[in-house]
């Protein structure tokens, strides 16, 4: 599955994006999805994943609580809703497909968005 990632930009601490994933493909809702993130300097991280009937998600605990991960199967998309930023948050995001909902290395990858979380 090809994926196409939007929706990053600049924001003030204590605000909210939400990013969106576009997927290709007639087999999106067989997926689980994820969304990472890699911050200058470090290594790539995960943020969180739903399954593919969007019926379960998990978080990393540095976002749960903040982080809303969704997806629309009708539209091939998923979607990260970002509240409460913090300037920690900033980092590339991407977006993500596997078969396997906890798979520790998924299959496909987008492009990532750049999220900036000024102070």
């Known amino acids: 599955v090809q994926l196409q990632a939007c929706g990053g930009g600049l924001v003030q601490a204590g605000g909210s994006l939400r990013l969106s994933c576009a997927a290709s493909g007639h087999t999106f809702s067989t997926y689980a999805m994820g969304w990472f993130r890699q911050a200058p300097g470090k290594e790539r991280e995960f943020v969180a994943a739903?399954?593919?009937?969007?019926?379960?998600?998990r978080y990393a605990t540095s976002v749960k609580g903040r982080f809303t991960i969704a997806r629309d199967n009708a539209k091939n998309t998923v979607l990260l809703q970002m509240n409460s930023l913090k300037p920690e948050d900033t980092a590339v995001y991407y977006c993500?497909?596997?078969?396997?909902?906890?798979?520790?290395?998924?299959?496909?990858w987008g492009q990532g968005t750049l999220v900036t979380v000024s102070s």
């Open positions: 993500a497909a596997d078969r396997n909902y906890y798979s520790d290395s998924y299959s496909d």
């Open positions: 739903i399954n593919w009937s969007g019926g379960t998600s």
